[in-house]
């Protein structure tokens, strides 16, 4: 397979035949393994939740209940997961002196200290297209959250299929950044449980301000320069790649439009966010905060 994959130049665009398959593969496991997440999340949703007697039937509200605060469940586990193996990677094992070529390159030809997992591109490919029906069904399909999921997975799958992308920063995009995403599982959870809040109102306090710490270095401070050196190598990319094949070209753009469309939402948050913490500061309510940074949960899907 490497022999094969080393023979494509820049005339062709998607990785060899094998190497898809084995994509293909990949994402059908994971896809299973979030399914089976999701049904064990529903397990344990409706043991916790149990009243009365057992046999009794469960009325449409119960279920769709069970089904959101299940969703949710499977979200913090596999963002927990994604973010700590990501700033794993992405502090301690990926090096900071990464040659461009090495950025976007072959797989086949990059340097091996900075050859990333394909894992982050595969698996957030199969968890943001598991995302999409199962939102539909929760009724959490606003269209934030949609456009979200969407443009996340239009760049998982060319980040899983294409010979040359930007496979460096998946371990930042696809890994780091849903660290800030458990603490906002977190936050959905106590917003959903009013009970929670008054029964737990520091954990509650806690759990926001910690998301707003998290999304403002990870989602805002960190991301903004990354993307800067990402649109830099991926306009690279369509031009001197296009130069043998137009259709980089067009990838460019194709890679350009769902990144714009995720640091706009970025920003948008932020503003949200910042927003909240100075009513915080200026009226330290917890109705000014929870109108304030909470709102941004509202919006928001994974």
Not at 101 to 120: M, N, Q, R, V
Not at 234 to 253: F, P, Q
Not at 259 to 281: D, E, H, P, Y
Request: one cysteine or more.
């Amino acid at each position: 397979m490497v022999s094969n994959g080393i023979q494509h130049g820049y005339s062709s665009v998607l990785m060899p035949t094998d190497y898809l398959q084995d994509v293909g593969k990949h994402a059908i496991m994971y896809t299973l393994l979030i399914s089976s997440l999701f049904c064990a999340c529903c397990a344990l949703v409706k043991r916790w939740s149990k009243k009365g007697d057992e046999s009794r039937d469960k009325t449409k509200e119960d279920k769709a209940t069970t089904l959101l605060n299940s969703f949710q469940l499977t979200n913090l586990i596999i963002n927990i997961g994604l973010g700590f193996y990501g700033i794993y990677w992405w502090f301690l094992v990926l090096p900071n002196g990464c040659h461009d070529s090495d950025k976007i390159g072959h797989p086949y030809k990059i340097t091996k200290e900075c050859l990333t997992p394909a894992f982050f591109s595969e698996f957030q490919m199969s968890y943001q297209l598991w995302s999409i029906p199962l939102c539909i069904l929760v009724g959490e399909n606003s269209g934030p959250m949609m456009a979200h999921h969407v443009s996340v997975a239009t760049l998982a799958v060319m980040c899983s299929t294409l010979i040359t992308s930007t496979r460096y920063y998946c371990v930042f995009y696809f890994g780091v950044v849903e660290s800030s995403s458990v603490f906002l599982s977190i936050m959905n959870a106590f917003k959903s449980r009013p009970h929670w809040i008054e029964a737990m109102p520091t954990l509650f306090a806690c759990s926001k301000l910690l998301f707003s710490v998290t999304f403002l270095c990870m989602r805002i401070v960190l991301w903004i320069p990354l993307l800067l050196d990402f649109f830099r190598i991926a306009w690279d990319i369509g031009t001197s790649r296009g130069e043998h094949n137009g259709i980089y070209h067009i990838l460019v753009v194709t890679s350009f439009a769902p990144a714009f469309v995720l640091t706009a939402m970025q920003i948008f948050w932020a503003s949200k966010i910042i927003r909240g913490l100075v009513k915080m500061i200026s009226k330290p309510t917890d109705s000014e905060w929870h109108s304030g940074v909470s709102s941004h949960g509202k919006d928001k899907g994974d």
